[in-house]
């Protein structure tokens, strides 16, 4: 998870219209993007 876009980014999670974090695969492999997307943040691919 990171705050700002890197070469490793796949996904950015929104909240509403923010910007929050970017996602890596490994924080995609982790499980991560599901328990955003379970506590309501969206989750946009690249």
């Known amino acids: 998870m990171s705050t700002k876009?890197?070469?490793?980014?796949?996904?950015?999670?929104?909240?509403?219209k923010k910007l929050v974090w970017y996602l890596s695969n490994r924080d995609i492999e982790n499980g991560?993007?599901?328990r955003l997307?379970?506590?309501?943040y969206t989750i946009i691919a690249l």
């Open 37 to 40: 997307d379970m506590q309501g």
């Open 5 to 16: 876009q890197n070469k490793c980014s796949v996904c950015k999670v929104m909240s509403g």
């Open 32 to 34: 991560l993007d599901s």
